[in-house]
């Protein structure tokens, strides 16, 4: 049983190990080698080929779930940087996240953590929280220079 859930894997960039035992990745993509030709070696291979809008996955099942969706508003894929990290319907993309956060913390399990990392390359930060149901507990409030944030919420059960 995987105890981590990485529900938009993407090109697995963030991990040290890209094939941790223990965690499950999915991507509604799965692209080889040399799609993008400025990264070349870069594919995105996913467990599973699924949407985090909606995961065919228990409830309460993993200990930690990680949340990267993408973080650009685009109508094509056909731009380098959705190839890499994929991209958000500009008319869908409250619903979409939306839904995204909804799913990971159902299947989060009580007393679990989610990670969640944010670009603010096309949305601020403050209008995705404004979308979701639960409050992070800590992250970098600023977020840095690169304009990247990353925040933990915790299912605590009361």
Known sequence: MKKI???CCG???FWFDKTNPYTLYIDNRNCEAGHNPYRPNHTVKPD???DFRKMDLPDNSFKLVVFDPPHLKLRSDEIN???LYGCLNP???REDLTKGFNECW????EDGVLIFKWHESSVKIGE????FSQKPLFGNRQGTKLN???????????
């Open 5 to 7: 859930l990485d529900a």
């Open 11 to 13: 090109g697995k960039m």
């Open 48 to 50: 599973i080929i699924m």
């Open 81 to 83: 940087s959705a190839k």
């Open 91 to 93: 008319d869908t993309w």
């Open 106 to 109: 159902r299947v989060l399990a």
């Open 128 to 131: 995705v929280l404004k979308l």
């Open 148 to 158: 990247t944030h990353w925040l933990v919420f915790m299912k605590i059960k009361p």
